[in-house]
């Protein structure tokens, strides 16, 4: 199914880990999602690879 092949994470490896907070950071954008009360429609997720420290936001829009 082509919507279930969009929707499904990809699983990226590698050996490379930082070796200080903020040095490595991974990022996950999701979106167009249905609007909130507040208008947002896309989710963000930035995780620090050395602390496993997370944040996620949701946003209202998103440009490269």
């Known amino acids: 199914c082509k919507a ?3 929707t499904k994470p ?4 590698t050996n490379t ?3 200080k907070p903020g ?3 991974f990022v996950d954008i999701s979106g167009l999602l249905p ?5 947002n ?3 963000v997720q930035i995780v620090d ?4 420290y997370g ?3 949701n946003t209202s829009r998103f440009t490269s």
Request: charged share 35%; net charge positive.
């Open 10 to 13: 990809l699983k990226h490896h």
């Open 35 to 39: 609007p909130t009360p507040m208008g």
């Open 4 to 6: 279930k092949a969009m």
């Open 23 to 25: 040095e490595r950071l």
């Open 55 to 57: 944040e996620q936001k």
């Open 41 to 43: 429609k896309y989710w």
């Open 17 to 19: 880990k930082a070796t």
């Open 49 to 52: 690879d050395k602390t496993s």
